[in-house]
Nanobody, 123 residues
Framework: HVQLVESGGGSVQAGGSLTLSCAASGVTSSRYCMGWFRQAPGKEREGVAGIDSDGRKDYADSVKGRFTISQDNAKNTVDLQMNSLKPEDTAMYYC??????????????????WGQGTQVTVS
């Protein structure tokens, strides 16, 4: 049974930083692609970053150079370090997983398991 629990959201001023963490259970890092997504009010959910079993990373163009995804296999966590935050980064952020060695896509439809989300507000 896969369970994903996000933490670390909050409110921050523009230019600030936050680190989101996703605690994953029932997931073997060597067989899963892990991703972070976000959804702002009135907008579709979009992929932010993904990391696969080989440690390869993929980012949305809007966050490249500002966000960093990482995973700790010993702790079974996936973090999203967010720097230089902008008001347009305000959204509910979700952790997601799909049983696949590589991240084929950052499309939400490509992921099977989802957390409940954590809110990030940038003012």
């Amino acid at each position: 049974h896969v369970q994903l629990v996000e933490s670390g959201g909050g409110s921050v001023q523009a230019g600030g930083s936050l680190t989101l963490s996703c605690a994953a259970s029932g997931v073997t890092s060597s067989r899963y692609c892990m991703g972070w997504f976000r959804q702002a009010p009135g907008k579709e959910r979009e992929g932010v970053a993904g990391i696969d079993s080989d440690g390869r990373k993929d980012y949305a163009d809007s966050v490249k150079g500002r966000f960093t995804i990482s995973q700790d296999n010993a702790k079974n966590t996936v973090d999203l370090q967010m720097n230089s935050l902008k008001p347009e980064d305000t959204a509910m952020y979700y952790c997601a997983a799909v049983r696949h060695f590589h991240c084929e896509s950052l499309s939400p439809g490509a992921f099977t398991y989802w957390g409940q989300g954590t809110q990030v507000t940038v003012s």
